[in-house]
Every structure is written in structure tokens, then in C-alpha cells.
């Protein structure tokens, strides 16, 4: 009989089944050396068993043993197989639980991100698969200037419509103003801008030109705002842009731009 | 730890086994059963039955002597027979150890829980299956 390991896993196992049967019986602890014995015990037994069964079976010229061939095995190692039987039937039964089998958890794949280019037809198909269409193309990231002269019109209108109502709406806060009264849950969204107090009506600076119109409008006047501002609105004239420029200013000069108000400041234009 | 183990000196110790066997054999028709039969029954009922020595482990074993079957009845036989063996060893150093503490603990008349198994105790149960334990005295 060739030599059979000690530290195996089987053997283990066999000595957990030899402390069960200890404790079946009523031990409740018990020697290493006790342990190791009835293991050695029980492992030459079964081999033993095996080697006789095979034995048998093959003096009965056949190639798998029966029940018949282990019967005889059991008997020439003296064990009283009557009693099997009543033997399985003892209470308590004890059998080892099922060990926990930490199955390797399944690898995460590799993110596969670029699209999977067929192979051409020459290549063999125990060849490394293709790299991904990224780690060789270059494709840029960012949109570039749209030059088309639609879309450049379209953004440009409605930039300046989004200016011109929201400096109607600063106005409107910023000035004494007075709401009209629309739906109820519209209320105090429709304002609208008092006029301050003039001598001359208040559309007579947009009448008569003036030199100012021709040169390029000083950078802190919401004179220059109003051009941008639509005529559906109630906003007063230039005189009172004047006055408010003096509430807004520190400085009393209109020509110098004076940016301490960041509101006052004129509006970026966009594209032209 | 050195043992010898006697196989020899179990089959004449249990030489009656392989005569009631023959005998039951050839009485068919006696109340009991022949053991081959009963062992065929047997294994049926071993589909359902778990012994504590796990199938595989026995398995390992069987095949490292040479012994290959697909069925697991005989595998659980064969565990069940290996099992039943210690099993009775176990009890009779069981017997031996509470023979000891009944001698030491006459006074106290409770005879004590805490059993271990020790090689004191297995020795003379092993003998009387034949397996001479010797152990070192010291340890080189």
C-alpha cells in the first residue's frame, strides 16, 4: 500500500468525522493524539475495505464491485454488518454540514468601450482580438464654431431679445414702478416704469437728432440700453435714463465709464 | 505514536462472522433474512441517508485502493461500515473511562460530564480489536 499524506484535505475531513463520532457518543473533548490514532484507524480501514472489495471483484472476473463484492470485504475485515442496519438508524444522526464553498467571484470583465472591428478574412481567429477603435482614432471632443449663417442670425436675435428683457426687468426693480394689475398669479410680473418728471414731453429727445446719436455712445449711459429696449414696453425717455444715471453714479460725468455699479455696466454684445 | 495494526488477529478474534454468513445463505426461507439480501435492501435505503464521513472522502480513499464505482450507495455502505467500526471503538474507551471515574468519584456519587478521550482509554479498546498502541515515552 503506498504511502498516503498526512496534512490532506481528505484527512481533515476524516478527523472531523471521527470528532462527530466522538461526540455522538458522549465525549466532550478529547486528546490530539486520541484524534490522530482513530483517524489513522479509520483511514487504513476504508483503504482496506477498497483493496478487498477489488480484490473480490476481480477474482469474479468482473471490473465493477457489487454489493456482493463489499459484502464480503466487510466480512473479511470483521465487521458485524448485521447490525448496519440497526446501526443507521441510532439517534441522534450526525452528518458534517456542507462546507461553504467560496466559489472565485466572477472577474470583472474589462470595460469594453470602442466597437469590436471584424477581423478581415486572412487573419486567423486564434489571433488576439483587434484593439478597440478609440486607442487609434482621434476624434475630437469639441463642437466647433458654428459658422452658418442662420443659426449665427437666430442666436444673435435671441441674445438680444434675452438682453432687452432683462434689463427691462432690472429697470423695473431698480425704478419706482408702479404694477399693473394682471391675472392673480400673474400679479406684480407686469410693471410698469414711471417716468420721472420732465418739462418737455418725454418723447421729444427721440424726435430731434442730436450730435450724440453719430458718435459712439458713452460706455455707462442706459441711454445706450435703449435702443435695444422694445417699444411694447412702458420705459420713460432719456431724460429720466439721465436721472437714473445720476442715482447710479458716483461720478456725475456721464462720459467717463465708472464701473462701481456693476449694473450699470452696458450689455456685451454678442457676435456681430 | 507507533501502533501496529493486526489485521490477522481481527479475523480470528471475529471468525464466527463468515460461518453465520454461509449458514444464512443457503436457510432462504429462515426468519431472517440473508445478510446479502439485507444489504441489498439496505443500500436502497441508503439513497436518503447521510453517514458522517462525507461521500467524497470515502471516495478518495476507495480509489486511491482501487476501488471505482459510480454508485454512492456502496461508497455510503462502506462509510457507514468504516463508522459503525469507530464508533464501537469509541464506546468501548467510553466504558473504560467511565469505569475509571465511577472508581475515583464513589464519594461524590455524580459521576462527572466532562469526558475526554484519551489514549489512555483507547488503548485497552483498541486491543481488544487487536491494534496494539505504543507510544513513545519521550519525545526525541
Known amino acids: 500500500m503506498q504511502a498516503v499524506s498526512m496534512e490532506t484535505s481528505k484527512r481533515k475531513a476524516l478527523q472531523c468525522s471521527v470528532a462527530a463520532l466522538c461526540v455522538e457518543s458522549g465525549y466532550l473533548s478529547a486528546?490530539?493524539?486520541?484524534?490522530?490514532?482513530?483517524?489513522?484507524?479509520?483511514?487504513?480501514?476504508?483503504?482496506?475495505?477498497?483493496?478487498?472489495?477489488?480484490?473480490?471483484?476481480?477474482?469474479?472476473?468482473?471490473?465493477?464491485?457489487?454489493?456482493?463484492?463489499?459484502?464480503?470485504?466487510?466480512?473479511?475485515?470483521?465487521?458485524?454488518?448485521?447490525?448496519?442496519?440497526?446501526?443507521?438508524?441510532?439517534?441522534?444522526?450526525?452528518?458534517?454540514?456542507?462546507?461553504?464553498?467560496?466559489?472565485?467571484?466572477?472577474?470583472?470583465?474589462?470595460?469594453?468601450?470602442?466597437?469590436?472591428?471584424p477581423r478581415p478574412p486572412h487573419v486567423p481567429s486564434y489571433l488576439p482580438?483587434?484593439?478597440?477603435?478609440?486607442?487609434?482614432?482621434?476624434?475630437?471632443?469639441?463642437?466647433?464654431?458654428?459658422?452658418?449663417?442662420?443659426?449665427?442670425?437666430?442666436?444673435?436675435?435671441?441674445?438680444?431679445?434675452?438682453?432687452?428683457?432683462?434689463?427691462?426687468?432690472?429697470?423695473?426693480?431698480?425704478?419706482?414702478?408702479?404694477?399693473?394689475?394682471?391675472?392673480?398669479?400673474?400679479?406684480?410680473?407686469?410693471?410698469?416704469?414711471?417716468?420721472?418728471?420732465?418739462?418737455?414731453?418725454?418723447?421729444?429727445?427721440?424726435?430731434?437728432?442730436?450730435?450724440e446719436d453719430e458718435v459712439d455712445p458713452p460706455l455707462n449711459t442706459v441711454h445706450s440700453t435703449s435702443h435695444l429696449i422694445d417699444q411694447s414696453d412702458l420705459i420713460e425717455s432719456n431724460q429720466t435714463s439721465q436721472q437714473s444715471n445720476d442715482e447710479g453714479d458716483h461720478d456725475d460725468n456721464e462720459t467717463e465709464p465708472m464701473y462701481t455699479n456693476p449694473f450699470m455696466k452696458p450689455p456685451t454684445r454678442p457676435i456681430q | 505514536i507507533i501502533f501496529k495494526m493486526a489485521v490477522s488477529q481481527?479475523?480470528?478474534?471475529?471468525?464466527?462472522?463468515?460461518?453465520?454468513?454461509?449458514i444464512s445463505k443457503q436457510d432462504s426461507g429462515s426468519q431472517g433474512e440473508t445478510p446479502e439480501l439485507s444489504l441489498v435492501d439496505f443500500c436502497t435505503q441508503l439513497d436518503d441517508y447521510t453517514p458522517t464521513i462525507p461521500d467524497a472522502v470515502t471516495l478518495h480513499y476507495l480509489q486511491q485502493s482501487g476501488f471505482n464505482t459510480d454508485d454512492p450507495r456502496l461508497v455510503r455502505l462502506i462509510s457507514l461500515a468504516a463508522q459503525k467500526f469507530i464508533s464501537d471503538i469509541v464506546n468501548d474507551s467510553l466504558q473504560h473511562c467511565k469505569l475509571r471515574g465511577s472508581a475515583q468519584n464513589t464519594r461524590k456519587g455524580t459521576k462527572d460530564k466532562k469526558l475526554t478521550l484519551t489514549l489512555e482509554d483507547l488503548a485497552p479498546a483498541l486491543a481488544e480489536y487487536g491494534i496494539n498502541l505504543r507510544k513513545p515515552l519521550y519525545f526525541t
Open chain 1, 31 to 117: 486528546d490530539r493524539g486520541a484524534i490522530e490514532t482513530l483517524t489513522q484507524i479509520l483511514q487504513g480501514y476504508i483503504i482496506e475495505i477498497g483493496r478487498t472489495a477489488k480484490v473480490y471483484c476481480e477474482m469474479a472476473q468482473r471490473l465493477e464491485p457489487t454489493v456482493s463484492d463489499v459484502n464480503l470485504a466487510l466480512i473479511d475485515v470483521g465487521s458485524k454488518y448485521n447490525s448496519l442496519d440497526s446501526y443507521s438508524k441510532r439517534f441522534p444522526r450526525r452528518h458534517l454540514p456542507r462546507q461553504l464553498r467560496n466559489y472565485p467571484s466572477p472577474q470583472p470583465k474589462n470595460l469594453q468601450v470602442g466597437s469590436k472591428t
Open chain 1, 129 to 211: 482580438p483587434l484593439p478597440d477603435s478609440h486607442t487609434y482614432i482621434r476624434t475630437p471632443t469639441f463642437v466647433g464654431p458654428q459658422t452658418d449663417y442662420r443659426t449665427i442670425k437666430e442666436k444673435l436675435s435671441i441674445q438680444r431679445y434675452h438682453s432687452s428683457k432683462s434689463l427691462s426687468k432690472l429697470l423695473a426693480q431698480t425704478r419706482p414702478s408702479k404694477p399693473i394689475a394682471g391675472e392673480v398669479d400673474t400679479e406684480g410680473i407686469y410693471t410698469v416704469i414711471l417716468p420721472g418728471r420732465t418739462n418737455e414731453p418725454v418723447y421729444i429727445k427721440a424726435l430731434i437728432p442730436s450730435t
Open chain 2, 10 to 22: 481481527e479475523l480470528q478474534a471475529r471468525n464466527k462472522t463468515p460461518v453465520e454468513g454461509d
